[in-house]
């Protein structure tokens, strides 16, 4: 049985491709590597958000837990290989 070219050939290598792996799936690089789509989502999220007063109530009711949410998810980021460790303003 032969190894397939594309494996890596020892752990050391094995860690670096992990880890550039892993700075691509960030969700800015996504985003970066899919910008029509992300505007697309975008567009389609705020136009359905738009048309339904039930989800505007909701919005409004749990905006703050969001906000909280996205300022810890961010703060997350910034720890990850490849993220910021300062503070944007």
Known sequence: MERPENRPENLEAAKAR??????R???SAWIREHP?????????????????????????RNASTGIKLVRELLERMGSLPGGTDEPQA
């Not at 992990?18 to 700075?23: G, I, P, R, Y």
């Open 25 to 27: 799936l960030t969700p």
């Open 18 to 23: 992990f880890l550039e792996e892993a700075e």
């Open 36 to 60: 029509d789509v992300a505007v697309g989502g975008a567009l389609a999220a705020g136009f359905f958000l738009g048309c339904s007063p039930e989800a505007q109530e909701a919005t409004i």
